[in-house]
């Protein structure tokens, strides 16, 4: 990950309601869920999150499809994987640990 993709990511991330936002929908991997329901949860309007859930989109942290007359979103795990990886990349000095490693490795059990 780019040092601009990680200032998104982080600057999407660093208001409350959109980080609820994206904690929510990393709970509900694999499926995701409507933006109603999301709305509902954080005791949002729907207006207020459509624009918290647009930052998220436009950082890439989530994704979303249209399912009927509702449009579902998903936290992606990869950018986030990628975002974790590039502040942890130059842990231990920059030396050669697992630490790093084992952050690629991490994957949501419910998709397996």
């Not at 609820?20 to 509900?28: K, S, T």
């Not at 647009?54 to 449009?71: D, E, F, P």
């Not at 936290?75 to 590039?86: E, I, V």
């Amino acid at each position: 990950m780019e040092m601009e993709a990680a200032l998104a990511c982080l600057a999407a991330l660093s208001q409350p309601t959109r980080l609820e936002a994206f904690r929510l929908l990393v709970r509900h991997e694999p499926k995701g869920l409507p933006a109603g329901d999301v709305a509902r949860a954080l005791c949002v309007p729907q207006n207020t999150l459509s624009a918290h859930l647009n930052v998220l989109s436009q950082a890439r942290l989530v994704m979303s499809a249209r399912n009927g007359r509702s449009i579902v979103y998903r936290a992606d795990l990869s950018r986030l994987n990628a975002l974790t990886r590039f502040l942890a990349e130059d842990c231990c000095g920059g030396a050669a640990c697992a630490s790093a490693d084992r952050l690629a490795a991490i994957t949501c059990e419910s998709s397996r």
